[in-house]
């Protein structure tokens, strides 16, 4: 049987809500977007590394494309280029 926490990383790779999550779980939405907002709890650390991981795959996929010559996949990936390049100047 898998922990809540572990149900958090599998909704959050799914892109579900944290009120959808809150309601598969039978727990307190409001309470849970707070330790999701405090970036600091379990709950919160398992949410961002659910949505991350697709993204991922997401990523990876427009990568592909990207080099297949998507005009669509090119201009994610620059965004994504321009968005690293920005955060590691900050």
């Keep these: 049987m898998q922990s809540n926490i572990e149900l958090i990383e599998e909704y ?23 330790e999701i907002k405090a970036h600091k ?6 949410y961002y590394r659910g949505k991350l991981r ?3 795959e997401l990523r990876k996929q427009t990568l592909e494309f990207a080099k297949k010559g ?11 280029l321009k968005r690293q390049n920005l955060s590691e100047n900050a």
């Excluded at 579900?16 to 939405?29: G, K, P, S, V, Y």
């Excluded at 709890?41 to 398992?46: G, L, P, R």
Aim: glycine share 0%.
């Design 12 to 34: 959050a790779s799914l892109f579900f809500t944290i009120d959808e999550i809150a309601m598969l779980l039978n727990a307190d939405a409001q309470e849970l977007r707070r």
């Design 54 to 56: 697709t993204q991922i």
């Design 41 to 46: 709890t379990d709950a919160a650390k398992a």
């Design 70 to 80: 998507s005009p669509q996949a090119e201009t994610a990936m620059i965004d994504y």
